[in-house]
């Protein structure tokens, strides 16, 4: 069974910064986009940022924009988010995603099970 597991989450102070990985394995990681979702208390799972199979193109929300990067290392079945400039709004479970597409959840296959990162003002 495919498995992805998120670590790299905690608490942090506003402005800080994180970064969260996630392992993949039982699947062929280089062929599927990789994702970061997030969802906050009482909110829908949204999208943070994705990366494509080889790491040539990512995409992010615009709230994250400008302080997260996403990045995919193949060989290690690893996708990373480095998290600067972190903000209390960052506050959520963040979630590892694998798929044909990641820019929304409609596109992804797996899931991880998610890894708390906590922002205090």
């Known amino acids: 069974q495919v498995q992805l597991v998120e670590s790299g989450g905690g608490l942090v102070q506003d402005g800080g910064s994180l970064r969260l990985s996630c392992t993949a394995s039982?699947?062929?990681?280089?062929?599927?986009?990789m994702g970061w979702f997030r969802q906050a208390p009482g909110k829908d799972r949204e999208f943070v940022g994705g990366?494509?199979?080889?790491?040539?193109?990512?995409n992010y929300a615009d709230s994250v924009k400008g302080r997260f990067t996403i990045s995919r290392d193949n060989a290690k079945s690893t996708v990373y988010l480095q998290m600067n400039s972190l903000k209390p709004e960052d506050t959520a479970v963040y979630y590892c995603?694998?798929?044909?597409?990641?820019?929304?959840?409609?596109?992804?296959?797996?899931w991880g099970k998610g890894t708390l990162v906590t922002v205090s003002s």
């Open positions: 995603a694998a798929g044909s597409y990641v820019s929304d959840t409609r596109g992804v296959a797996y």
């Open positions: 039982r699947f062929t990681f280089s062929h599927y986009a």
């Open positions: 990366i494509s199979w080889t790491g040539g193109s990512t």
